[in-house]
């Protein structure tokens, strides 16, 4: 064994007091404060006066025990012994000297417990931290026990901090950042216009859906003549009738020829109307003159019959009861059936303009709420000066119209207006049937179709109705003429103010001469009078 020599053994002791300075604080903080002053005293008195030379002495009695016993050293090189003289212990003497002084100053120096760690030793060596930390950073197994500890060199410590300093740390895994793709970029935008568009368009075909409700609502009411002369301009300042009625143009030539034939019975009051349903044109003589209505007022019930129809207020197979109150003289057969003879409501309806039968006038009035409530309804037409003021037959005449009500009354029916479409084909054929041909209807050619509905007083004749001729013309004709004790002279104007006009929209030679012959042989002419 090799032999050690006092500077190794001085290094041994070093490290051995250094080890148990570093566990005295460990054993210190468990101890109780008072027994900690006490040793702390001691330990100061002795320190100073034995301290120094008990540190000095003992490597020297271990070189002499050492020396005396051969025995081989620890710290010797070889077989060659260890030996130093006493002048090279000076050095190792003054480093004693200073850690004793350092080792006192620290001890005299008021303690403050120290803060305790979770993890670490409290050491004021520098090792152990670093042993710590090399084992947390790389799993390193735990380090030796005290007395291996004394073998361990500071160059083993120190070469293995730097490993554990050095350990790289772990590396964050980073978010991959996402690539653009134009696909999928424009597909979203294909998606969100597909989307944009759907909903606009519903929007719009709701609102086009009301839109055709309300605008539907109002042609129904408001369907006139200028419908059907959208293409014909209409001048500046040219009248208008009410609601549907439009004139255009003044066909002057035909006015002259009609004015020539009035001009020749002055004893004679005339109100005419005629428009044409193609163009616009017209001739208007005094067709505001509010004159006896006579059976042309039967033609506004016979609408507002139908118009109840549509409404559901009542059926055309409902039985209507005469009473005593409806019988009516003048024309008709239904005066001469006995009281509480039942009718159907289309039949009254029918024989009220095929025969003018005026008990089914009086039956239908007060079926469809009297007089008042027809007179509202006329004015609500737009008929200002349509009128019922008694029952019929009227025979003082009060119950009044125009010529201009009766035409604006039949062009709302022609556009279909007032009525549904199926009642107003009922009602044009019901007064197809009008069984009195002899005033505007013997004034027509062959092949001419009349809906009109003839009234006969003894102070007024009167006609209304609605031609279409083969040559595909259409136009509507209202002739009320006011007269003096069942002049006939009346009826004559009627029927040549119907011819004149015929023949202006015709324009055919052979029916012209076919009507004029008509007229001089005095073919379907019916002399038959009191209607009413």
Same mark, same amino acid.
């Not at 520098?126 to 060199?153: E, F, M």
């Given at each position: 064994?090799?032999?050690?020599?006092?500077?190794?053994?001085?290094?041994?002791?070093?490290?051995?007091?250094?080890?148990?300075?570093?566990?005295?604080?460990?054993? @210190?903080?468990?101890?109780?404060?008072?027994?900690?002053?006490?040793?702390?005293?001691?330990?100061?008195?002795?320190?100073?006066?034995?301290?120094?030379?008990?540190?000095?002495? +003992?490597?020297?009695?271990? %070189?002499?025990?050492?020396?005396?016993?051969?025995?081989?050293?620890?710290?010797?090189?070889?077989? !060659?012994?260890?030996?130093?003289?006493?002048?090279?212990?000076?050095?190792? !003497?003054?480093?004693?000297?200073?850690?004793?002084?350092?080792?006192?100053?620290?001890?005299?120096?008021?303690?403050?417990? $120290?803060?305790?760690?979770?993890?670490?030793?409290?050491? @004021?060596?520098?090792?152990?931290?670093?042993?710590?930390? +090399?084992?947390?950073?790389?799993?390193?197994?735990?380090?030796?026990?005290?007395?291996?500890?004394?073998? &361990?060199?500071?160059?083993?410590? =120190?070469?293995?901090?730097?490993?554990?300093?050095? @350990?790289?740390?772990?590396?964050?895994?980073?978010?991959?950042?996402?690539?653009?793709?134009?696909?999928? /970029? #424009?597909?979203?935008?294909?998606?969100?216009? &597909?989307? &944009?568009? !759907?909903?606009?368009?519903?929007?719009?075909?709701?609102?086009?859906?009301?839109?055709?409700? #309300?605008?539907?609502?109002?042609?129904?009411?408001?369907?006139?003549?200028?419908?059907?002369?959208?293409?014909?301009?209409?001048?500046?300042?040219?009248?208008?009738?009410?609601?549907? =009625?439009?004139?255009?143009?003044?066909?002057?030539?035909?006015?002259?020829?009609?004015?020539?034939?009035?001009?020749?019975?002055?004893?004679?009051?005339?109100?005419?109307?005629? =428009?044409?349903?193609?163009?616009?044109?017209?001739?208007?003589?005094?067709?505001?003159?509010?004159? $006896?209505?006579?059976?042309?007022?039967?033609?506004?019930?016979? !609408?507002?019959?139908?118009?109840?129809?549509?409404?559901?207020?009542?059926?055309?197979?409902?039985?209507?009861?005469?009473?005593?109150?409806?019988?009516?003289?003048?024309?008709?057969?239904?005066? /001469?059936?006995?009281?509480?003879?039942?009718?159907?409501?289309?039949?009254?309806?029918?024989?009220?303009?095929?025969?003018?039968?005026?008990?089914?006038?009086?039956?239908?009035?007060?079926?469809?709420?009297?007089?008042? %409530?027809?007179?509202?309804?006329?004015?609500?037409?737009?008929?200002?000066?349509?009128?019922?003021?008694?029952?019929?037959?009227?025979?003082?005449?009060?119950?009044?119209?125009?010529?201009?009500?009766?035409?604006?009354?039949?062009?709302?029916?022609?556009?279909?207006?007032?009525?549904?479409?199926?009642?107003?084909?009922?009602?044009?054929? &019901?007064?197809?049937?009008?069984? +009195?041909?002899?005033?505007?209807?013997?004034?027509? #050619?062959?092949?001419?179709?009349?809906?009109?509905?003839?009234?006969?007083?003894?102070?007024? @004749?009167?006609?209304?109705?609605?031609?279409?001729?083969?040559?595909?013309?259409? /136009?509507?004709?209202?002739?009320?003429?006011?007269?003096?004790?069942?002049?006939?002279?009346?009826?004559?104007?009627?029927?040549?103010?119907?011819?004149?006009?015929?023949?202006?929209?015709?324009?055919?030679?052979?029916?012209?001469?076919?009507?004029?012959?008509?007229?001089?042989?005095?073919?379907?002419?019916?002399?038959?009078?009191?209607?009413?």
């Amino acid at each position: 064994m090799a032999q050690r020599s006092p500077r190794h053994l001085s290094l041994i002791s070093s490290s051995n007091s250094g080890s148990r300075s570093r566990e005295s604080p460990a054993r @210190s903080r468990s101890q109780p404060p008072a027994s900690r002053r006490r040793r702390r005293s001691r330990r100061n008195a002795s320190s100073e006066s034995q301290g120094f030379f008990k540190g000095l002495m +003992n490597p020297l009695a271990r %070189f002499k025990s050492s020396k005396s016993t051969n025995a081989p050293s620890r710290f010797s090189s070889g077989n !060659v012994p260890l030996s130093r003289s006493p002048e090279s212990l000076e050095p190792l !003497v003054s480093q004693l000297r200073q850690q004793q002084q350092t080792r006192s100053r620290q001890q005299q120096r008021p303690k403050t417990p $120290p803060k305790r760690k979770r993890g670490r030793q409290s050491s @004021s060596s520098p090792l152990p931290p670093l042993v710590v930390s +090399n084992r947390r950073n790389q799993k390193l197994p735990s380090p030796p026990s005290n007395r291996q500890t004394i073998g &361990i060199t500071p160059t083993s410590v =120190v070469t293995s901090a730097p490993s554990a300093l050095s @350990s790289r740390p772990p590396r964050v895994a980073k978010r991959p950042k996402r690539r653009f793709s134009p696909m999928i /970029y #424009g597909a979203r935008l294909l998606i969100l216009g &597909i989307g &944009i568009g !759907v909903i606009s368009g519903t929007v719009l075909s709701i609102l086009s859906s009301l839109g055709r409700l #309300g605008s539907s609502a109002a042609s129904t009411a408001n369907l006139g003549l200028e419908a059907q002369l959208e293409a014909t301009p209409t001048p500046v300042g040219v009248e208008t009738l009410p609601l549907s =009625v439009q004139l255009n143009q003044e066909l002057k030539s035909l006015q002259q020829q009609i004015l020539g034939l009035t001009r020749e019975n002055t004893d004679l009051t005339p109100g005419i109307l005629l =428009v044409d349903l193609d163009t616009g044109g017209y001739v208007d003589i005094n067709s505001e003159s509010a004159l $006896p209505a006579a059976s042309t007022i039967k033609v506004p019930i016979l !609408v507002a019959f139908f118009q109840a129809v549509d409404e559901g207020k009542i059926s055309l197979d409902e039985v209507l009861t005469m009473e005593d109150e409806h019988i009516a003289g003048g024309s008709g057969d239904m005066q /001469y059936q006995p009281s509480g003879t039942e009718y159907t409501a289309l039949e009254t309806a029918t024989k009220m303009i095929v025969i003018s039968d005026n008990t089914a006038t009086n039956m239908l009035i007060e079926r469809l709420g009297g007089a008042e %409530f027809l007179n509202q309804k006329f004015l609500d037409w737009g008929l200002k000066n349509t009128v019922i003021r008694d029952v019929l037959p009227d025979l003082r005449g009060t119950n009044k119209t125009t010529a201009r009500d009766l035409v604006n009354l039949l062009t709302q029916l022609n556009q279909g207006g007032l009525v549904s479409m199926k009642s107003r084909d009922r009602i044009f054929r &019901i007064m197809e049937e009008t069984e +009195n041909n002899t005033l505007l209807a013997s004034g027509l #050619g062959r092949g001419a179709v009349i809906a009109h509905k003839t009234g006969n007083l003894k102070s007024v @004749s009167a006609d209304v109705g609605l031609i279409d001729l083969p040559n595909g013309k259409r /136009y509507l004709l209202a002739v009320i003429v006011e007269r003096n004790d069942e002049d006939s002279a009346a009826e004559s104007l009627i029927r040549n103010i119907s011819q004149t006009v015929y023949e202006s929209f015709n324009r055919s030679p052979t029916t012209e001469t076919e009507s004029t012959d008509k007229v001089e042989d005095g073919e379907n002419l019916d002399g038959t009078e009191g209607e009413e």
